[in-house]
């Protein structure tokens, strides 16, 4: 009875470990140079940290993970495509964070002030979710993939 226990804690942790590697976004490796994307690129007119460059892609279809999106911006640093940036509104939240729970497991949740991030630190990108509750908008979901 102790080796099927123990079997079977073996496939269920192998099940928590294969997680999908997430080495690009859209196609684009992390790490691609701008001059290899740059005509397929515009810039966005928005406001970026840590000294990114924030651009779309030209004639992007906004849908992401079958989801219909309102905005994504690719982000470049030194010249390197680094992160991507997905805008959607707040009735999508519980849906986005059900399709990345199944695809790298439970998330971490941080609740900051106003703001909660739903968190996945995987060996080759961060995912954090935001949900921002005070978006007049409705876009109150941000989806950040950042590469490593």
């Not at 470990?17 to 740059?38: D, H, K």
């Not at 515009?42 to 905005?71: C, Q, S, W, Y």
């Not at 996945?120 to 949900?131: G, L, N, Q, S």
């Amino acid at each position: 009875m102790k080796t099927i226990y123990t079997l079977l804690a073996l496939f269920m942790s192998m099940g928590l470990f294969a997680q999908e590697e997430l080495t690009s976004f859209r196609g684009w490796e992390w790490g691609t140079s701008y001059n290899e994307l740059e005509s397929q690129l515009t810039p966005a007119d928005t406001r970026t940290t840590l000294g990114m460059k924030p651009f779309h892609k030209i004639d992007e279809e906004l849908n992401f993970e079958g989801i219909d999106v309102d905005n994504i911006i690719y982000l470049f640093k030194r010249n390197k495509f680094v992160a991507a940036t997905v805008a959607m509104h707040n009735d999508h939240l519980d849906e986005i964070i059900k399709v990345f729970t199944e695809k790298y497991g439970e998330p971490k949740v941080v609740e900051a002030f106003v703001l909660t991030n739903h968190e996945w630190h995987i060996p080759t990108a961060d995912i954090v979710i935001t949900k921002i509750p005070s978006a007049s908008n409705g876009i109150g979901v941000s989806v950040q993939i950042k590469g490593k």
